[in-house]
T-cell receptor, first 113, second 109 residues
Framework: IAGITQAPTSQILAAGRRMTLRCTQD?????MYWYRQDLGLGLRLIHY???????GKGEVPDGYSVSRANTDDFPLTLASAVPSQTSVYFC????????????FGEGSRLTVL | GQNIDQPTEMTATEGAIVQINCTYQ??????LFWYQQHAGEAPTFLSY??LDGLEEKGRFSSFLSRSKGYSYLLLKELQMKDSASYLC??????????WGAGTKLIIKP
């Protein structure tokens, strides 16, 4: 693994189903983030984690949950998917608050029908 | 509220120069970033400005004026591979990134 890996890359999901998007990084970065990207809108932060064991809510957290059991993994769970959660989801990491550069995974395209 | 504005789309010719503007209104300022995103791919970091002035990196340069809430990304000697979206983002007083919607740059031969 090099950088950030997301899975699945694409998924079609029925409304009401539970879904977990996986994210793993091998750069030992403390901070990790989940964004969604929708046409015509900027990246919107869903949840973040500044270090293992801690998480925080971003701009659009409703309907999503995260956990950060260790440094490498930061899964995003949709407890009961709704069509408005159709989007492209990006996981990202950075070396810490003082550095700005984000490293992004390749994205997970989710369609909720 | 916090807001970042950048043009939705721009068109330029291969070999030419293009300037993509970004204006921002945020709660505090702790740096401005430019990212490049090719269609269907992840954003990748291009530049970072925290002090006023011009930062040059090869064919790409980024300028910042904090007093005007303004930045631009300058791309020289345009190549077809520069066709992409360019995202402007500002880190606010809480060290959260606020993102613009991106500028889609189309390069024509």
């Amino acid at each position: 693994i090099a950088g950030i890996t997301q899975a699945p890359t694409s998924q079609i999901l029925a409304a009401g189903r539970r879904m977990t998007l996986r994210c793993t990084q091998d750069m030992r970065h403390n901070a990790m983030y989940w964004y969604r990207q929708d046409l015509g809108l900027g990246l919107r932060l869903i949840h973040y984690s500044n270090t293992a064991g801690t998480t925080g809510k971003g701009e659009v957290p409703d309907g999503y949950s995260v956990s950060r059991a260790n440094t490498d993994d930061f899964p995003l769970t949709l407890a009961s998917a709704v069509p408005s959660q159709t989007s492209v989801y990006f996981c990202a990491s950075s070396g810490g608050v003082g550095t700005g550069e984000l490293f992004f995974g390749e994205g997970s395209r989710l369609t909720v029908l | 509220g916090q807001n970042i504005d950048q043009p939705t789309e721009m068109t330029a010719t291969e070999g030419a120069i293009v300037q993509i503007n970004c204006t921002y209104q945020t709660s505090g300022f702790n740096g401005l970033f430019w990212y490049q995103q090719h269609a269907g791919e992840a954003p990748t970091f291009l530049s970072y400005n925290v002090l006023d002035g011009l930062e040059e990196k090869g064919r790409f340069s980024s300028f910042l004026s904090r007093s005007k809430g303004y930045s631009y990304l300058l791309l020289k000697e345009l190549q077809m591979k520069d066709s992409a979206s360019y995202l402007c983002a500002v880190r606010d007083s809480n060290y959260q990134l606020i993102w613009g919607a991106g500028t889609k740059l189309i390069i024509k031969p």
